[in-house]
């Protein structure tokens, strides 16, 4: 357990938060920076509020190194509103673009982006049952391409990129929900990032976007006024209420990140937890790790069990012994263990340690 009443959550998200962070929002929840309203109940239009998504912002762009001519924006509708919105502003009809389809999630983008224009997989790895990322030179670009589409880690599967897609000198869009402030992201290499909160940032309900000044030219008129981004950018991302809760919270993970190693020590901490599990499931034939070295992802570990009629048994032995959050995504199956920012190395310790006492009842 990880406080009283918790458990270690390995849980794809919404994910778990630092216990510090839990902390702060239960303080602010009847009395919010002592305004005397509390945290689900002040006004998105107070100069409390103001303050608090001022703070989020200044944090977002200090963390991720986002260039001062780049728009951030704190939206609703998750990284599946992302895969529409992103087309309808940047591609229009008639454009183009290519996608590196990686995962589920990225099949999700190329089919919503395939409703505004021309949509095409420039790799896709489904035959191999998404065990690896592209290298650069797997994949051709169309010369008349608008931007190149990637998903930097795949949570049903385990796979990351470890290196920058080359996109062949067009822009590039990349949806970063699960490693983003986890793992390197070269924000000024990519012209929009898409991240739904609820791996590393924060709860559920706050997706965050950030836009070059390629990205708002190619925006044109007519767009449905909630799915424009220059609509949420002149608003300062409260054209509508926004989810207060989660700006909040965001904010205050942003600061944990900041007191602890800001960037740099989160993914000291990811590798750290990574290594520790991996060379676990490589040190046996007992476990079958899903992803190929190469595109191992430090988010989310995926793997089978040889015996496959025992991974009901260890899920249930595992959720007995406190861990929770293992089960592989219903599309996959299997065991997936997600060690976001939040997710402290003692986590992981104590899942390899009762890896190691499983396989010694249940082996042969």
């Known amino acids: 357990m990880t406080g009283a009443g918790r458990v270690h959550n390995f849980g794809a998200g919404p994910a778990v938060l630092p216990l510090e962070v839990v902390n702060e929002v239960a303080e602010a929840l009847p009395d919010l920076m002592g305004s005397g309203f509390g945290l689900l109940e002040v006004s998105h239009r107070s100069d409390v509020f103001q303050n608090v998504?001022?703070?989020?912002?200044?944090r977002v762009r200090r963390v991720l190194s986002v260039p001062d001519d780049y728009h951030v924006l704190f939206l609703q509708g998750g990284a599946s509103t992302q895969f529409y919105m992103t087309a309808l502003n940047i591609l229009g009809d008639g454009g183009k673009a290519d996608?590196?389809?990686t995962g589920?999630?990225?099949?999700?983008?190329?089919?919503?982006a395939g409703r505004i224009g021309d949509a095409k997989v420039a790799w896709d790895g489904s035959a191999e049952g998404f065990k690896s990322v592209p290298d650069n030179g797997d994949y051709n670009i169309r010369s008349d391409a608008d931007y190149l589409h990637y998903t930097s880690n795949n949570t049903l599967f385990g796979t990351q990129f470890h290196h920058l897609p080359d996109s062949e000198g067009k822009p590039l869009v990349v949806d970063a929900s699960s490693d983003i402030c986890g793992t390197s992201l070269d924000i000024p290499s990519h012209d929009l990032v898409y991240a739904g909160a609820q791996k590393n940032l924060g709860p559920s309900g706050v997706t965050l976007v950030i836009l070059s000044p390629w990205a708002m030219s190619r925006i044109g008129e007519g767009l449905p006024t909630m799915l424009d981004y220059k609509t949420h950018v002149s608003k300062g991302s409260m054209f509508n209420t926004p989810n207060t809760f989660g700006i909040f919270v965001l904010d205050r993970v942003m600061a944990w990140v900041e007191r602890n190693g800001g960037i740099e020590g989160a993914i000291e901490r990811n590798r750290a937890k990574a290594s520790l599990l991996y060379r676990e499931l490589d040190r046996t034939a007992f476990w079958v790790p899903h992803a190929d070295s190469g595109s191992r992802s430090l988010m989310n570990v995926t793997w089978r069990l040889a015996d496959e009629s025992l991974e009901?048994?260890?899920?249930?032995?595992?959720a007995a012994a406190g861990l929770g959050g293992l089960k592989g995504h219903r599309s996959v199956g299997g065991i997936r263990a997600s060690m976001y920012n939040g997710c402290p190395i003692e986590s992981v310790e104590e899942l390899?340690?009762?890896?190691k006492g499983f396989e010694s009842r249940h082996g042969q």
């Not at 998504?53 to 200044?58: P, R």
């Not at 009901?312 to 595992?318: C, K, N, T």
């Open 99 to 101: 996608f590196l389809v």
């Open 104 to 112: 589920g999630w990225s099949q999700k983008a190329v089919k919503e």
């Open 352 to 355: 390899v340690s009762f890896m």
């Open 312 to 318: 009901p048994v260890f899920l249930d032995e595992s």
């Open 53 to 58: 998504i001022d703070s989020a912002e200044e």
